[in-house]
């Protein structure tokens, strides 16, 4: 059970870092606002990839 709750939060990080870079492209102008939020998109990103890494290589004990 703990482990979906994990991947659940995987998978917000990951669609919270593709919010943020669809703002970045799109909408925002300032050059410091697109590189912090690029920057916090990308340590989403990777936070998401390493808990997913965990959720698929670690098998739950049935």
Same mark, same amino acid.
């Given at each position: 059970?703990? /482990? +979906?709750?994990? $991947?659940?939060?995987? +998978?917000? $990080?990951?669609?919270? *870092?593709? #919010?943020?870079?669809?703002?970045?492209?799109?909408?925002? /102008?300032?050059?410091?606002? /697109?590189?912090?939020?690029?920057? @916090?998109? %990308? &340590? #989403?990103?990777? @936070?998401?990839? @390493?808990?997913?890494? %965990? &959720? @698929?290589?670690?098998?739950? /004990? *049935?």
């Amino acid at each position: 059970m703990d /482990k +979906m709750w994990i $991947s659940f939060g995987s +998978m917000g $990080s990951m669609f919270l *870092a593709m #919010l943020f870079m669809f703002f970045v492209k799109t909408k925002f /102008k300032n050059a410091f606002l /697109k590189f912090i939020f690029g920057l @916090i998109a %990308y &340590i #989403l990103l990777f @936070i998401g990839f @390493i808990t997913m890494i %965990y &959720i @698929i290589f670690n098998p739950t /004990k *049935a």
